[in-house]
């Protein structure tokens, strides 16, 4: 298993935590005075995934070159933290013929075959992706895994327990990640699925289930370096929950009236800040640290927004291009 | 129907809450009525569609589900076998892949296959429609789809009055019924300022029958047969039209199943000239449907070829200007308009 590097960790959650942090203050900025979901630099829906920096890094820690992940509507911290090129992201997020997609997938359509990585607005539509991918990775004789990252709402899904069965039955190197956020849109764990822990499904699929609590990026790696173990060496698939955070909307304009009094704490349940705290308890991060790690990051942030905004746009009629191959 | 109230007749609401208002109303009326969906509860539908239902009516018939179609359409058209009346919510219509089997294979095919036994009572209502860069799996229309296949109404309203009316005769018959509403007529505070979004609504309970379309707006030169939001962008093209002294009939189908082909054809006996506007793709769809209809019913009318505006066959692209390339606007009834008229 690779060992685990706490700067590093630390870096790459405050890296996806400017980017979002951007993105949220840009796609809100030209939406004055009267806010419109279509309008501004970057419209449409947005899904930022603040508060779940733990999983993506802990996650992504574990995988190299070749290794496939399948994200969500909610894809930012992953495809950062699985290597997708900022600025192109940044420029698809943007609209712009520079983008990953040349503007025609938009943020929750990132599609990076360099890094093989993909993310969808269907929920649960990854899980039997990835299983297909981690099939051509076995057939081929590589030792590299799928990761099929969803929501806890999105393991609720029929395509969701058909992967696990598929996994499991051909063996593939796949890792099912839970983030479980509490929330789907405005419908708590409690009310959409009857176990507390999906970790204990795996088992009905004779997979290793694993449920880590806290949002702890060390916790994640670890759990994360077992399963990916196991998939590299051939043995099968494993499946994990995180319980993890959604700091903000469930996109954003969501008012979250529905949160009520658990709202009120979630800045205190921000695992970056928390996370800064132990390390510079132990002594391995000091406070210029913090200040100049976020400068950094907040610097490579910027100049992913100058590339996406000084592109061009992309020529109306191509809209007509890219239906077949 | 009687509207007396003159307080009532001055009452103007959105579309999302014309919709909300039909759908507790005939819960009050019937208590077989219940509505499910993903958000529909406290949240009041991602939409508004069911806006303060929760409130009223309760956990026990205002259920929010797991993110299960499959399993909560399947369930609706359960309840539905049984006798009940429920009004179950699929988000986005684009979500219809995953439940598809359940809404085609079974919910659409019951009454049939049961030789007339059992009739599916259900709504399935769902949002539909691009405009805001919300990209190709949450911007689609597809009505088309479902209206090619036989066995369930497709209901589509374009404006708050229809939309409660429609919803009423939807919840009371006796067949599953596909209501789509697109986003952009619902007069959502938080996407593009619609003032064709709100209207009149009468506060009492009325029914806007299934299958009657409406002329919109009566003119002579050319005939606009659209639905939904595009019969919006037909009424702005009709201002535009009319400056230059032509006039063209909006007529909005309001229904693609059943269609009301007579209303089509008078039409084109009036105006000479066929323009379907549709913003869903083209090939295959209602477009290529309801000029068939003029063509097989009307052929001796027609002054010109009928022509049609409809997405080109692509998916909706994200960027916002692939997107307006790709989706009728006014501007393109307008040159639509006129190229048939030089034709
Ligand atoms: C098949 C399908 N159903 C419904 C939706 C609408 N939807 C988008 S995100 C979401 C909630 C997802 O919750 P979860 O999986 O827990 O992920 P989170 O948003 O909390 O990250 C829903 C219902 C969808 N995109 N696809």
């Keep these: 298993m690779n060992q685990f590097n706490r700067l ?42 603040a508060g779940q920096e733990p999983a993506a890094v802990g996650v992504c820690a574990h995988l190299k070159k070749g290794d496939a992940i399948t994200a969500p509507h909610r894809p930012h911290h992953f495809a950062l933290a699985h290597g997708v090129d900022m600025k192109a992201m940044t420029a698809e997020i943007y609209g712009r013929d520079s983008g990953l997609c040349r503007g025609k997938g938009g943020h929750m359509h990132l599609f990076d075959p360099e890094n093989h990585f993909s993310c969808s607005g269907i929920i649960a539509q ?11 990775f076995k057939r081929r004789s590589t030792d590299n895994v799928a990761v099929a990252v969803a929501g806890e709402g999105a393991a609720n899904q029929g395509a969701f327990h058909e992967a696990l069965n598929l996994a499991a039955l051909w063996s593939l190197p796949v890792i099912f990640v839970i983030e479980d956020n509490d929330w789907a849109i405005s419908v708590p764990k409690s009310h959409s699925t009857a176990t507390a822990s999906n970790a204990d499904r795996a088992a009905g699929y004779g997979i290793p289930g694993v449920r880590v609590e806290n949002n702890d990026v060390e916790a994640i790696f670890e759990a994360a370096g077992a399963a990916v173990d196991r998939a590299r060496a051939g043995e099968g698939p494993s499946l994990i929950e995180i319980h993890t955070l959604r700091l903000w909307g469930h996109f954003e304009g969501d008012a979250q009236a529905y949160r009520g009094a658990e709202l009120e704490t979630v800045d205190e349940r921000d695992p970056i800040p928390r996370y800064a705290k132990s390390l510079v308890d132990l002594g391995e991060l000091t406070e210029d640290q913090i200040v100049t790690i976020a400068a950094a990051a907040d610097a490579e942030v910027d100049a992913a927004i100058q590339f996406a905004v000084s592109s061009p746009e992309p020529k109306p009629q191509d809209a007509l291009l890219h239906v077949f191959a | 129907m009687t509207v007396t109230d003159t307080e009532t007749a001055a009452r103007r609401i959105t579309t999302a809450k014309a919709m909300a208002e039909g759908i507790g109303l005939e ?14 509860g406290a949240y009041g539908g991602i939409f ?58 079974n919910m659409a095919k019951i009454h049939y296959f049961s030789g007339g036994n059992v009739k599916v009572p259900m709504v399935l209502m769902t949002a539909a429609g691009g405009g805001y860069s919300d990209a190709g799996q949450h911007s689609q229309t597809l009505w088309g789809t479902f209206a090619h296949l036989p066995g369930m109404k497709v209901v589509v309203p374009s404006n708050p009055y229809d939309a409660k009316g429609l919803m009423i005769s939807a919840i009371r018959d006796d067949n599953p019924v596909l209501y789509i509403f697109h986003k952009g007529v619902l007069g959502l505070g938080w996407m593009t300022n619609n003032p064709r979004a709100t209207g009149h609504v009468p506060e009492d309970p009325y029914t806007v029958p299934i299958g009657k379309a409406a002329i919109a707006r009566e003119g002579t030169d050319v005939t606009v047969a659209t639905i939904s939001l595009s019969v919006h962008r037909a009424l702005d093209a009709a201002d535009e039209l009319e400056k230059e002294g032509i006039s063209i009939e909006v007529l909005d189908l309001r229904s693609l199943v059943p269609l009301d082909r007579e209303a089509i054809l008078d039409s084109v006996r009036k105006t000479h000239r066929l323009l379907v506007v549709d913003e869903d793709y083209q090939s295959f769809g209602m477009t290529g449907e309801v000029i068939t209809t003029a063509v097989e019913g009307a052929f001796d009318y027609l002054d010109a070829p009928p022509a049609r505006i409809a997405i080109p066959d692509v998916p909706i692209p994200y960027s916002r200007v692939l997107e307006q390339f790709v989706l009728p606007d006014a501007d393109k009834i307008v040159a639509g308009v006129k190229s048939l008229l030089t034709a």
């Design chain 1, 8 to 49: 590093d960790s630390y870096k790459e959650m405050v890296r996806i935590r400017q980017y979002e942090s951007r993105i949220l203050q840009e796609y809100h900025a030209d939406k004055q005075p009267a806010w419109d979901i279509g309008a501004g630099l970057i419209p449409g829906e947005m899904h930022l995934a």
């Design chain 1, 126 to 136: 990854g899980y039997p992706v990835a299983c297909g991918q981690a099939f051509a």
């Design chain 2, 27 to 40: 819960m009050r009326r019937d208590p077989d009525v219940f509505v499910m969906g993903e958000d529909v």
């Design chain 2, 48 to 105: 508004g569609s069911t806006t303060d239902l929760f409130g009223e009516f309760g956990a026990d018939r205002v259920i929010d589900t797991p993110i299960s179609e499959t399993g909560f359409i399947g369930a609706g058209i359960g309840a539905a076998v049984e006798g009940m009346r429920p009004v179950v919510e699929l988000m986005f219509v684009d979500f219809y892949g995953v439940c598809m089997d359940q809404i085609d294979n």
